[in-house]
């Protein structure tokens, strides 16, 4: 995993390489109708034009169950980065190995360093960092990836999620691990 001092304060945004606003190009609708190219504020970055390096001690926090000694908390964060090391490390731990897998941090260029955090927390969490690549592996291509000491979400036959499929119940849980915590 990248050390967390080889990562700059702030970088860029990938989308509008820095700048901050992003030009769309002029062209012409179907009825006849001409659009002039205009320029507006970066979608991705807001305009701000850098993203900040991410806390990861903060977003590991914020996603973790506190309510249980292991595991994550049930219901997906609102912080997009926290949301996006979330989903990857039960994707990559097999709690959830559902596809489309294709949450992506759009214009963040730390991208691809909290997807090594999320490979490395699903490790430390759940003892495995590539089940759902293998069972979505196993599927795509020719080569047959060993699945041997892998949870059964791993198997191309087994299920996709484990740990929640009635969150409802899943919360309910965590409301009473709570109670019985505090009283």
């Known amino acids: 995993m990248t050390a967390k001092?080889?990562?700059?304060?702030t970088m860029p945004c990938k989308r509008c390489e820095g700048?901050?606003?992003q030009t769309l190009s002029n062209f012409g609708a179907p009825e006849g109708v001409y659009r002039p190219a205009r320029t507006r504020l970066c979608v991705w970055c807001n305009g701000?034009?850098?993203?900040?390096?991410?806390?990861i001690k903060a977003l590991l926090q914020s996603i973790l169950s506190k309510r249980s000694s292991t595991g994550l908390v049930s219901k997906r964060p609102k912080d997009d980065r926290a949301?996006?090391?979330w989903r990857w490390i039960r994707f990559h731990g097999g709690q959830d190995v559902t596809l489309p897998m294709t949450f992506d941090l759009y214009g963040d260029p730390y991208e691809d360093y909290l997807g090594e955090v999320a490979q490395y927390a699903a490790?430390?969490?759940y003892g495995h960092r590539s089940v759902g690549v293998t069972r979505w592996g196993n599927l795509l291509t020719n080569t047959p990836?060993?699945?041997a000491g892998l949870p059964a979400t791993a198997q191309?036959?087994?299920p996709v999620v484990t740990d929640d499929h009635d969150k409802t119940t899943m919360a309910m849980?965590?409301?009473?691990r709570a109670g019985y915590a505090e009283g």
């Open 145 to 147: 990836l060993p699945t």
């Open 5 to 9: 001092t080889e990562l700059p304060d």
């Open 19 to 21: 700048a901050g606003t």
């Open 83 to 85: 949301a996006y090391l």
């Open 156 to 158: 191309s036959c087994g």
């Open 123 to 125: 490790r430390r969490m």
């Open 173 to 176: 849980l965590e409301d009473e």
């Open 48 to 55: 701000a034009k850098t993203f900040a390096r991410p806390d």
